[in-house]
């Protein structure tokens, strides 16, 4: 088996493949340009036996935050496998070079929609979080209290680096978000209007943005129609309620407001309506890659607390996170450091660790799942240092 990096050779090869993972493109849609250029967005791995590619994995060098800081993150997507190569680990092989070059390149974590969750777990992946999509009837929407103190309009070229930086305030208060900077993202603030077909400010009395939508209208003008709104944001309650309320004002032609969401959604703490209809659900795991550079991207702190605390991680199928750790934590953020190995310390599968480093679990419920065992006291300074912020993800990849 050959593992390696792919090139504009083997363009048909992966396009075949991909096709035979995802399905054909629907009808009338024109196939994509034949690339010119090795993409700069991503980083695409295959698997070859005689020349013949058998399984592909892309990696995007994204960050997220977590924490409230910027931490260097492994974006997985593209992965599909020749239908007769399917369950003989020829995905772990790929994985393990895909994760080697990410470990060099410092992306300390990983992440990831699965199809098939167990596939990824064995791989050192655990869900953390969904990306969904919540469907509300547009007429509910008229029950939103009106706003006092604010009003929307279109947003110009001239609002993006204020809808930028809006996004990045709320990102940042959040566990997960991606920072949205990057190759895999718009550069050019015309193009970031250009990728919808408006974007909405809530803005104050002083003009300051306070939220944002950004929205597609979608077809039709009747019951069956639906508007799908890709970011609703705010930094006030009446941020959110203006941009609701602009929304209510297509009851009579559009029937549901489609919002890409996620977690506990701030955005419904002002409707009127107890409706939000989950229409789509797509789970998003997490792999700690680097177990000393992730604790020291995200700066641990907790203000007041000072300890000391080690930690092991066993059961890693390719072995780079197996070991005892020490995370110490003080005055200014925390500092993680591999020591040797001890037995009289909590060790946590993997998946465990993923879990606690997003604060999707407390350490009390890993132990209830075995993802966490051996001493308890320091359980409350893990939950304290990593957990105490809501999950969320934004955008699909």
Known sequence: ????????????????????????????????ARPTTEPTDRRVWGAFRDGRLLGRVAAYPFASFFGGASVP?????????????????????????MLEEAAGLGE?????????????RSLGYELVGSY?????????????RPPTATRTRRATVAD???????????????????????????????????????????????DRVVGYAAWDR?????????????????????????????????????????????????????LGTSTWDLVERHPYMLRVCDVVGALDARRVSVPGLAAEVGFAVAGDRFGSTDGAYR?????????????????????????????LYAGAQSCGNLRLTSHLTGPRRHDHVLDAALGGRPFHVRDYF
């Open 1 to 32: 088996m050959e593992i390696r990096r792919l090139t504009l050779d083997d363009h048909d090869q992966t396009t075949a493949l991909g096709r035979e993972a995802f399905g054909s493109l629907p009808p009338g849609t024109p196939a994509p």
């Open 73 to 97: 993150t492994s974006g997985i997507a593209s992965v599909a496998v020749a239908a007769e190569e399917r369950g003989g680990g020829l995905l772990g092989e790929l994985f393990a070079a």
């Open 327 to 355: 995370l110490a934590l003080g005055d200014g953020p925390g500092r993680c450091t591999r020591t040797s190995a001890g037995d009289d310390v909590p060790t946590f599968t993997p998946q465990g660790l993923a879990m």
């Open 160 to 206: 993006v680096p204020a809808v930028r930086a809006l996004y990045a305030a709320w990102a940042a208060e959040q566990d997960g978000p991606l920072t949205r900077t990057g190759p895999a993202f718009a550069e050019g603030d015309e193009e970031v209007l250009g990728e919808h077909d408006a974007v909405t400010l809530a803005v104050d009395a002083d």
């Open 218 to 270: 979608g077809h039709g003008y009747d019951a069956g129609a639906s508007i799908t709104v890709q970011d609703l944001l705010a930094t006030t309650l009446d941020g959110y309620r203006a941009l609701w309320s602009m929304f209510a004002t297509f009851s009579s032609v559009t029937g549901r407001v489609r919002v890409r969401t996620s977690g506990q959604d701030p955005a419904r703490l002002v």
């Open 108 to 120: 300390v974590v990983s992440t990831l929609y699965p199809t098939a969750n167990g596939i990824y």
């Open 132 to 144: 969904d999509v919540a469907s509300v009837p547009t007429a509910e929407l008229a029950r939103v």
